[in-house]
Structures are given as structure tokens and as C-alpha cells.
């Protein structure tokens, strides 16, 4: 659809009224309206992709709630409605193995597990610094241990995406442990990120 960009209406003394006129006059009546009451929006489809440098912004359902998105020229979709948290952790100096080695992170609406990151500034050697995440004294890789996060000796990030615990629930409480460090360097400086969707 074409961008329409409506012009206030002045009237003087003799004017015809015009469809034009009366056109500006119902656009500005509506935009004094969304000014006061906010743009609506009726829910739909995910659009086709926009042209270049543009973004379509759109409502559609999500679980029985109207919620606004957003499809970029690249057809990526992200929801606009509400800031998804990421959980972040970060524990400073030498590495040690130990449970709950942070403050407790709330959780403060249902969400998703998406992603876990883990980047440090002095990388472990001679073993893998694998990093174990609870929610609520459970690791979310209760079932799964060979998935905890790991960052490889002589690297230092590593990233997974799978999960045995996706949901969280409002009051949940996020904490790490680490389970092993290196042999040789321990390892130094580390941030630990849980995305959530």
C-alpha cells in the first residue's frame, strides 16, 4: 500500500467543499483520534517481506492475545509488545567449581528458553569449563547433563540450544554452578547469558 500523507484543511470564506477537502478533513479527525486513543490495529497474517530499508508493522494473535510484531526487509519476524528478558550472570577473577556462585536472578513473567551464551575473558586449557544453570535448584539439563554449556579448552565462548527445562514461570529463581574447569588454567572473567523468548 501506498504511504498517504494527509494536509490540515483550511476553510475561508467561498470555499467548495471538495471530496479532497472532506477526505483531509475525516483523515485529521482520525488522527486527532489515534493521538487520544492510539492506533488500532486488527489482527492478520505475517506479511510478505517489505521492500528494502523498510519495516512492516502489524497485530496478530499470540495464545488469544492480540500482540504486535514486526517483519524486517530481511523476512525476519520479532515481536514489539513487550522487552523479552535475558537473564545475565557474571562472575569475576579465577574460576572456582561451586554451586550458586551468584545472586539469584527472579524471574517475572511466564517465558522461554532459548539460547544459553557464555563468553570469558581468560579461556580455560587443558580442560572444558562446563557451566550447569538451575532454575529454582533444578538444572534445566537435569536429564540431559552432557548439554550443560560448555566453553572448550583454548576457547573462550560456546553457546547451546538445547534443553531438558524451557518454561519459566513468574518467581522462578535462575542460578549457575560450575561444574568443571580447566586443568591447566582454571579460567577467568565469566558471563554467562540465558535468552528467553
Same mark, same amino acid.
Given at each position: ?45 505475517? =506479511? ?15 495464545? @488469544?492475545? =492480540? ?8 523476512? *525476519? ?7 523479552? =528478558? ?15 556462585? *551468584? ?6 513473567? =511466564? ?13 580455560? *586449557? @587443558? ?54 574447569? @580447566?586443568?591447566?588454567?582454571? @579460567? ?10
Amino acid at each position: 500500500m501506498a504511504e498517504t500523507t494527509y494536509t490540515s484543511v483550511v476553510w475561508t470564506a467561498g470555499d467548495t467543499i471538495t471530496e479532497a477537502k472532506l477526505d483531509n478533513m475525516v483523515a485529521n479527525d482520525r488522527a486527532v483520534d489515534a493521538m487520544a486513543q492510539g492506533i488500532e490495529l486488527v489482527e492478520r497474517a505475517d =506479511p510478505s517481506t517489505p521492500a528494502s530499508n523498510k519495516v512492516h508493522v502489524y497485530a496478530k494473535d499470540k495464545a @488469544g492475545i =492480540p500482540t504486535i510484531y514486526a517483519i524486517n526487509d530481511a523476512g *525476519t519476524v520479532y515481536e514489539l509488545s513487550e522487552v523479552t =528478558p535475558a537473564y545475565v550472570f557474571t562472575i569475576a577473577g579465577t574460576i572456582t567449581t561451586g554451586t550458586s556462585l *551468584t545472586p539469584l536472578l527472579v524471574v517475572t513473567k =511466564p517465558l522461554t528458553i532459548t539460547k544459553a551464551y557464555a563468553d570469558i575473558k581468560t579461556g580455560p *586449557t @587443558g580442560a572444558a569449563l562446563i557451566i550447569d544453570l538451575n532454575k529454582n535448584g533444578t538444572s534445566i539439563w537435569n536429564a540431559t547433563q552432557a548439554n550443560r554449556v560448555q566453553i572448550a579448552a583454548a576457547a573462550t565462548s560456546g553457546t547451546q540450544t538445547s534443553f531438558d527445562t524451557t518454561a519459566l514461570v513468574e518467581g522462578d529463581l535462575l542460578v549457575p554452578d560450575i561444574d568443571q574447569i @580447566g586443568s591447566t588454567i582454571a @579460567g577467568a572473567d565469566l558471563t554467562i547469558i540465558l535468552k528467553t523468548k
